[in-house]
């Protein structure tokens, strides 16, 4: 079963340092996401992308944060200076379409990246 | 506003006894979708099942049921039969057409021998 795959699973870094996480999303999927999983906490969104650009982005994926895709099935997202706060779980997720029309937007999940961050 | 409301943060089960997760919704688009995932202690993110909010019928698959109530604005996951497999915290999700999702708070099952 095709599977979305993220790397690193776990990623120790210092505050202030820059980090990239990686994902592979499924091959035939054309919109991607980031979410991520404050210990504890609610799942929060991140960003959409598609068509190689963001199309919707939370409050939360502010200027220290970006996404790119650099090849035909690389996503990354980059955090530029960490702080003690990004310490979370990042999922990428993808999807054939957003569901719009059909209201079905079911989203394919990578198993996580763990960043702590110190 | 979209918001989504579990308001069961632990459920205990019996194995191959029957559970019901609440999930309660809020949103004033008129299509949406409802989802389940279920997230075990490894941390990755399962999809379980989906309600379209046009879907006359409930959804089920295999063992999950998802009893959608539409007028409640209820969307609650049924599992049958039980097994310690589904020990984990469990995500009812409000997918606004073409939007982002939107994670309930999760409920942690922990299943019983």
């Known amino acids: 079963e095709p599977e979305v795959t993220q790397t690193p699973s776990h990623q120790v870094t210092q505050m202030g340092q820059e980090v990239i996480l990686r994902c592979v999303p499924i091959?035939?999927?054309?919109?991607f996401y980031w979410y991520r999983q404050i210990l504890g906490q609610k799942v929060e969104f991140l960003v959409s992308f598609y068509n190689n650009e963001i199309s919707e982005k939370s409050e939360i994926f502010d200027d220290q944060f970006s996404v790119e895709r650099p090849d035909g099935s690389n996503f990354t997202l980059k955090i530029r200076s960490t702080k003690l706060e990004d310490s979370a779980m990042y999922f990428c997720?993808?999807?054939?379409?957003?569901?719009?029309?059909?209201?079905?937007?079911?989203?394919?999940f990578g198993a996580g990246s763990r960043l702590t961050v110190l | 506003a979209q918001k989504i409301t579990q308001t069961q943060p632990g459920m205990f089960v019996q194995e191959k006894e029957a559970v019901t997760l609440d999930c309660t919704y809020d949103?004033?688009?008129?299509?949406?979708?409802l989802f389940w995932y279920k997230q075990p202690s490894s941390g990755e993110m399962i999809f379980l099942i989906y309600?379209?909010?046009?879907?006359?019928q409930n959804a089920t698959e295999g063992r999950y049921s998802l009893n959608f109530q539409k007028a409640r604005k209820s969307a609650n996951l049924v599992i049958s039969a039980s097994q310690l497999g589904d020990s984990a915290m469990y995500f009812c999700?409000?997918?606004?057409?073409?939007?982002?999702?939107?994670f309930g708070q999760g409920t942690e099952l922990s299943v019983k021998p």
């Open positions: 999700v409000l997918g606004p057409e073409g939007g982002k999702l939107i």
């Open positions: 949103t004033s688009d008129p299509s949406y979708g």
């Open positions: 309600q379209g909010s046009y879907d006359q």
């Open positions: 997720a993808s999807s054939v379409s957003t569901g719009q029309h059909s209201g079905a937007n079911v989203l394919t």
């Open positions: 091959s035939n999927h054309l919109y």
